[in-house]
C-alpha cells in the first residue's frame, strides 16, 4: 500500500531479459533501507525489490535497486517507462504509523490516459487529462486519482461524447520539480489508478442495482 507522496524520482538504467524484464533503477536512497522483497511503486507500479547494489556502469557510488516487470504489466502500463533512461517517481510501500499524506494507493494501474492541454495557471499548471471510458464513472470532482503514482485531486470532470472522461488537475511548482510530472507535454501517455474508495462504491452500487 503507498499513498502516492513520492520520495525521489529515479532513473532506469538497464533492461534485461529474466524471462520477465528485469528493470535496474538508480537510486539515492540508502542501501540499508531497501530490503530484497520489498514492494517500490515505480510510476505508479508496485513491484518487488529482487536486487540492489552500488556501483553501475562505471560509476562506483551510484546506488541502483532491481525489479522484474511481467509481459502483462509492460502491456498495461505505458510503454515508454520501461526503456533504459525513463525517469520513474518512486514511492516505498506504506509502514505502520506513517503519516497518511495523500490517499490510499495500491500501486495496481487501471489504465492509461493522455494529457489533452497544458495551461499556466499563476506558477502552477492546469493539466487536463482524457481518461478511458472504462475508468470514466470512478472519477469524481474533488476525489482522488494517481497519475503516475502522484496523489492528486481532481478539480473538474466532464464526459466526452466517446465515453472518455476529460479531468483537469493542478501541479504547483513542487510537484512540477520533484516528480516527472514536470516533464509532460500534450499528448504524453500516463498510468492512472483510480480511487480504490470509489472502486468499491460502483461495486456496491453495481450489486444494489442487480438485487
Known amino acids: 500500500m503507498f499513498t502516492g507522496i513520492i520520495v525521489e524520482v529515479g532513473k532506469v538504467l538497464a533492461i534485461t531479459d529474466h524471462g520477465d524484464a528485469r528493470v535496474t533503477i538508480a537510486t539515492r536512497r540508502n542501501q540499508q533501507a531497501i530490503a530484497i522483497g520489498a514492494s517500490i511503486a515505480c510510476s505508479g507500479v508496485c513491484l518487488t525489490v529482487v536486487d540492489k547494489g552500488t556501483g553501475f556502469g562505471g560509476e562506483p557510488g551510484l546506488g541502483w ?23 520513474l517517481n518512486l514511492e ?60 492528486l485531486t481532481v478539480n473538474s470532470v466532464a464526459d466526452e461524447p466517446d465515453g472518455r472522461a476529460r479531468f483537469a488537475i493542478n501541479i504547483i511548482p513542487h510537484t512540477a520539480e520533484v516528480t516527472t510530472l514536470g516533464a509532460l507535454v500534450t499528448g504524453s501517455p500516463v498510468n492512472l489508478e483510480i480511487d480504490v474508495l470509489a472502486r468499491y462504491l460502483m461495486r456496491m452500487q453495481s450489486v444494489s442495482r442487480q438485487a
Open 92 to 151: 516505498p510501500a506504506l509502514k505502520l504509523g506513517e503519516e497518511l499524506g495523500g490517499h490510499i494507493v495500491t500501486g495496481h494501474v487501471d489504465g492509461i490516459g493522455e494529457v489533452a492541454s497544458i495551461t499556466p495557471e499563476g506558477a502552477s499548471r492546469q493539466v487536463e487529462f482524457l481518461a478511458p471510458a472504462d475508468l470514466a464513472p470512478y472519477i469524481a470532482a474533488k476525489g482522488s486519482i494517481t497519475i503516475d503514482g502522484v496523489s
Open 65 to 87: 535497486f532491481a525489479v522484474d516487470v511481467s509481459g502483462e504489466t509492460i502491456r498495461r502500463t505505458v510503454p515508454a517507462q520501461w526503456q533504459a533512461g525513463a525517469r
